[in-house]
């Protein structure tokens, strides 16, 4: 399955089931009450990368520290009065007791998150992938691919973005494995069309490194605003 528009591509090979969507979209309509939708993507994306979880799995127990991390973002796009609405939306949500069993959050440890401007972080972001992996049970092959996919990842944050983070995840229910979620606040990538589609020539390197990295993970989502920055989510399963 693969959706894109200018700006955001999602990119999904892993063929599960998304148990979070339920409650990402409820966030999402409280969000675009006024925000684009492409702004909504990207504060969703960022204030879940900042909590360790992917937009795909969030629960209603994921709502107050979702709307902690929303809050401070929303400061850039937003009015106050226009923040104070969108609040209000959010917070109903938490008082809404759900019987849908969707909206149970997924089981996850804790993000491990590792912060990357210089070269050297990019190697720690890669050993600390490997060691997680490990932790997981995945195989030695597969290690590798997440640890490769850190890398490039880890790299393009400190060639394009000068700064960002590298989140990772272990996962635990309803499939092990593992998340890396690369967050950074540089200039996006507005030429993501071309990049997923494999058409860009790039002036710094081969030009490989995201679609070859969507390879060799199960599921692969790339959000980028421009100007604002770029989120991505990876997951490799064990199962
Ligand atoms: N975090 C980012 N912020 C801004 N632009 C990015 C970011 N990551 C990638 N890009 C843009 O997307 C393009 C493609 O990235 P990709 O990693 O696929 O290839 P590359 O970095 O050019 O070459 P390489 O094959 O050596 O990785 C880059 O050339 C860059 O323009
Ligand atoms: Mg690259």
Known sequence: M?????????????????????????????????????SANLVLGRACSRCGISPRTIGIDHLSRLIGEIEPLLSAYLSRFEIRETLKGL???Q?????????????EGRPHVIE??????????????LRMCRETGLGNVDAVKVATVVSELARNICQYAGEGTITLVLLEHPRPGVRIIAADQGPGIPHLAEVVSGEWRSKT??????????RLMSAFDIQADQGKGTCIT?????L
């Open 205 to 214: 390197g081969m030009g490989l490194g995201l679609t070859g990295s969507r």
């Open 116 to 129: 990357i401007s210089r070269e050297e972080h990019i190697d720690a972001a890669r050993t600390t992938a």
């Open 234 to 238: 990876a997951e490799k399963y064990l």
């Open 2 to 38: 693969a959706r894109s528009s200018v700006g955001s591509v999602v990119v999904n090979r892993g063929q599960r089931s998304s148990p979070g969507l339920a409650v990402q979209g409820k966030i999402q309509v409280c969000l675009r009450l006024y925000l684009s939708r492409i």
């Open 95 to 107: 008082n809404q007791q759900s019987t849908d069993p969707s909206d149970r959050p997924i089981a």
């Open 91 to 93: 917070r109903g949500l």
